[in-house]
């Protein structure tokens, strides 16, 4: 789940607990997890997986899977750490203080 660009998932209201800003918007919660169940589903109900999709079930792959889940989410966390700090706010301000500048194309 993305609630904000700027806080991390486990600070998005000060003083308050993680579990519940991600409660608060309950159709984006029910959403993810309709998701991940919509996908796990097809592949371990017998019959379906292998008669229709033509999967069979993965053993150790889910290793791979939540391990990869954990670094996107680091990842991210490590991106919005950064980009609150003060370097990047400072390169932020050379860059658009600077002679190049923005430039819009064409202009």
Not at 30 to 45: A, D
Not at 92 to 102: C, H, K, L, P, Q
Request: some cysteine; aromatic content about 14%; glycine content about 10%.
């Amino acid at each position: 789940e993305l609630k904000s660009l700027d806080r991390s998932l486990f600070s998005l209201t000060p003083g308050r607990a993680f579990y519940k800003d991600i409660w608060v918007n309950q159709v984006l919660l029910c959403s993810v997890v309709g998701g991940m169940i919509s996908v796990v589903l097809p592949i371990y109900i017998p019959g379906l997986n292998t008669h229709v999709f033509y999967q069979s079930g993965i053993s150790w792959e889910w290793g791979v899977v939540i391990g990869m889940s954990l670094v996107f989410i680091a990842w991210c966390e490590i991106w919005k750490l950064f980009c609150r700090g003060p370097l990047f706010k400072h390169w932020t301000r050379a860059f658009i203080n600077s002679d190049e500048g923005v430039h819009i194309a064409g202009q």
